[in-house]
């Protein structure tokens, strides 16, 4: 309830009109209008918090659910935590700030099977935030950070895929590609040839 209380308290008008006027119906969420920025902000000030962050996930509101997924913890969050609420995702920046955008997903113990699972998954939900986390893995700089050879296989794989994709999926992969093409020179010119080949999206 406090945590609604602030949303409140930053409430934006235009950015209800705006809600209520393209996603309204398509997510059946409910939203305060307030923009990633300041969401990004208010979910610092609130900190880390597992639990609340799964009370949050169950609000009506957009962005009660940003909030939820900015504050969780990576350490706790499971993989059947994950496939639960990716089944509940609509798409758009829910589905953006879940699994990229610095996503504290891509900040567990398990994100690279998570995303090898995905990618591979028949469902466009999953397969879209699995290419997310590739390009949040692309930016990783630890000792867990895949080798070149792994980024080499899924750009190819983006390469043999990408023409029979939707115009959602390949916005993804781009992205992913864009990750992996700034890792060192070897990805580079490999993720730019597909890129050419992919042409604007």
């Not at 879209?128 to 930016?139: A, N």
């Amino acid at each position: 309830s406090e945590v609604l209380t602030i949303l409140e308290d930053h409430k934006n008008e235009r950015g209800i009109a705006n809600w209520n006027k393209a996603s309204a119906k398509k997510t059946g969420l409910q939203s305060f209008g307030i923009g990633l920025t300041v969401l990004r902000k208010l979910a610092k000030k609130i900190g880390r918090d597992h639990d609340l962050a799964l009370e949050l996930w169950e609000s009506q509101f957009y962005d009660a659910k940003v909030i939820s997924i900015l504050i969780d913890d990576p350490k706790l969050i499971t993989k059947e935590q994950a496939e639960n609420q990716v089944e509940e995702l609509i798409g758009g920046h829910l589905e953006h700030v879940f699994s990229s955008c610095n996503a504290t997903l891509a900040k567990t113990s398990f994100t690279v099977e998570l995303a090898d699972n995905w990618i591979e998954s028949k469902d466009p939900v999953r397969r879209r935030c699995g290419f997310g986390l590739l390009y949040e893995i692309s930016k990783w700089k630890k000792k867990t950070t895949p080798s070149n050879e792994y980024f080499l296989a899924h750009i190819k794989s983006i390469k043999s895929l990408f023409e029979k994709e939707s115009v959602s999926m390949r916005m993804s992969m781009a992205g992913a590609l864009m990750g992996m093409g700034k890792r060192n020179l070897e990805l580079n010119k490999e993720a730019l040839k597909v890129a050419n080949l992919m042409g604007p999206i």
